[in-house]
């Protein structure tokens, strides 16, 4: 995979863990700022942060239509704020998501940041070893999805990581951990033809 050319947006948030943790899988992670850089990728990761910050900055650069247009035929991955802004509808805030997922999501769902905790995410696809440690920092609730969206993981009984074709998401944060086996899922899943 190291030919592979898979973005981290790096306009706001946790931007380089997600490039750490793919330079572990061997594969080349520029950060993207502009859609100049986005179109020499093949992925794209949109990490967790502020998600008010990260529309606003979205927008300010021009950035949502052209993510949009790369998801068309490029998977996409977002995690916490970048699930947000990848979502179809928030539920409790006037933000206009990308709409890339068909899924509601409610922004800061657990709490302040000093409700943030970690506890372990249920995740069936990876079978020897089910259970994944879940970072959740001031992190959304996926409320419920439609269309063909695959919910993938839960938190006792509450969604936390689904796809569709060739968007992932997770209300937590996987990069914060020291296991790759979600980015490395992406990459395997999402790039048959790496």
């Known amino acids: 995979m190291n030919k592979l050319a898979v973005g981290v947006l790096a306009l706001q948030g946790d931007f380089e863990l997600h490039q750490k943790s793919l330079r572990k899988l061997g594969v080349h992670a520029p950060l993207v700022r502009t859609k100049e850089e986005l179109d020499a990728c093949r992925g794209l990761i949109i990490p967790g942060g502020?998600?008010?910050?990260l529309i606003k900055l979205l927008n300010k650069t021009g950035m949502p239509?052209?993510?949009k247009k790369f998801s068309?035929?490029?998977?996409?991955?977002g995690t916490c704020a970048g699930c947000?802004?990848?979502?179809?509808?928030?539920?409790n805030d006037t933000m206009t998501p990308m709409g890339l997922i068909d899924m509601d999501v409610e922004r800061n769902a657990y709490g302040r940041q000093v409700d943030s905790f970690v506890d372990?995410?249920?995740?069936?696809?990876?079978?020897?070893?089910?259970g994944f440690e879940g970072i959740f920092i001031r992190a959304p609730k996926i409320l419920s999805v439609g269309?063909?969206?695959?919910?993938l993981a839960y938190h006792r009984d509450e969604i936390v990581?689904?796809?569709?074709?060739?968007?992932?998401?997770?209300?937590?944060?996987?990069?914060?951990?020291?296991?790759?086996?979600?980015h490395r899922f992406f990459l395997e899943a999402f790039f048959t033809s790496a």
């Open 65 to 67: 239509e052209a993510v």
């Open 120 to 130: 372990t995410v249920q995740i069936p696809m990876f079978d020897s070893r089910p």
């Open 50 to 53: 502020e998600s008010t910050t």
């Open 147 to 151: 269309g063909e969206t695959e919910i």
């Open 161 to 182: 990581m689904a796809r569709n074709k060739r968007v992932l998401v997770a209300t937590f944060h996987p990069e914060l951990t020291g296991d790759t086996r979600i």
């Open 84 to 91: 947000i802004a990848m979502a179809t509808r928030i539920t």
């Open 72 to 77: 068309e035929d490029r998977p996409v991955f």
